[in-house]
């Protein structure tokens, strides 16, 4: 029988490796990836606002171990503590913003480091879902799934732009995707000892998302301006709350 514990560090480690498929698209064709990337994010935004108001949030309000207030004072720590962890990074990125070897040298590891983080956390958030249930566990997934492939375009981006060989990009971003289920271990040790993890789990998961959808992505998609795109961005971003809604419902709990 296959266990969740299994499920989840299966889930974890495809959803971030596929997610550098965004990266090694830039690499093989810069000039598609760019025309298409705001197309993924609008997908992207719908998937992870999907997937933190009708499953997370759902899962986190409705398992009677904390009240609502509770509940939504984790999402907005989750909300804050990723609002803090940009901060610091696009902090040290302005104050080496400027064309030397200098810049090049710390850019690239600070990408490194934050992707990790990054990484280890959303490790965290599937391991979490999936203690509840294979249909959150899955909807988690990919919703993690989907924020990356953005995500790592414009890591790939950043640092290719600050001087890094192709190669070692492309080593050091399948390092960072190899943390994803590092989390996930760790996170599913720590619940095996204590249940009460999994709701402030749920929730900073949640506000997390919600960051990352409303901060990140959204001024990506504010950037067109041209009327037919902006409908099938919009469309986009409903498909994507759709999937993952759909996706969530073909997956027993």
């Known amino acids: 029988m296959v266990t969740p514990a299994f499920q989840a560090i299966?889930?974890?480690?495809?959803?971030?490796?596929f997610g550098l498929a965004g990266g090694f698209l830039l690499l093989w064709k810069k000039q598609w990836v760019h025309a298409f990337s705001k197309f993924f994010v609008s997908f992207a935004?719908?998937?992870?606002?999907?997937?933190?108001?009708?499953?997370?949030?759902?899962?986190?309000?409705?398992?009677?171990?904390?009240?609502?207030?509770?509940?939504f004072t984790w999402v907005l720590a989750g909300f804050l503590l990723f609002f803090v962890i940009e901060k610091l990074l696009l902090w040290h990125h302005h104050t080496h913003n400027h064309e030397s070897e200098e810049h090049v040298n710390v850019i690239a590891p600070l990408i490194i480091f934050g992707d990790a983080v990054h990484n280890f956390i959303d490790g965290t958030i599937i391991a979490a879902s999936f203690?509840?249930?294979?249909?959150?566990?899955?909807?988690?997934?990919?919703?993690?799934?989907?924020?990356?492939?953005?995500?790592?375009?414009?890591?790939?981006?950043?640092?290719?732009?600050?001087?890094?060989?192709?190669?070692?990009?492309?080593?050091?971003?399948?390092?960072?995707?190899?943390?994803?289920?590092?989390?996930?271990?760790?996170?599913?040790?720590?619940?095996?000892?204590?249940?009460?993890?999994?709701?402030?789990?749920?929730?900073?998961?949640?506000?997390?998302?919600?960051?990352?959808?409303?901060?990140?992505?959204?001024p990506e998609i504010h950037r067109e301006k041209r009327v037919g795109r902006m409908v099938i961005q919009l469309t986009l971003v409903i498909l994507g709350v759709l999937t993952i809604v759909q996706l969530s419902k073909a997956f027993p709990a």
């Open 45 to 71: 935004v719908g998937a992870l606002l999907g997937a933190a108001f009708f499953d997370l949030l759902t899962e986190a309000l409705t398992d009677g171990l904390q009240t609502p207030n509770t509940v």
């Open 131 to 218: 203690l509840i249930s294979p249909a959150l566990g899955v909807a988690t997934a990919l919703a993690v799934f989907f924020h990356e492939i953005p995500q790592e375009i414009s890591d790939f981006s950043i640092m290719i732009h600050g001087g890094m060989k192709t190669r070692s990009v492309a080593l050091w971003n399948l390092l960072g995707a190899l943390v994803s289920p590092i989390g996930t271990a760790v996170t599913l040790l720590i619940a095996e000892k204590t249940e009460a993890i999994i709701p402030p789990l749920l929730g900073i998961a949640a506000g997390s998302f919600i960051y990352i959808a409303a901060s990140d992505l959204v």
């Open 10 to 17: 299966l889930a974890s480690t495809l959803s971030s490796i």
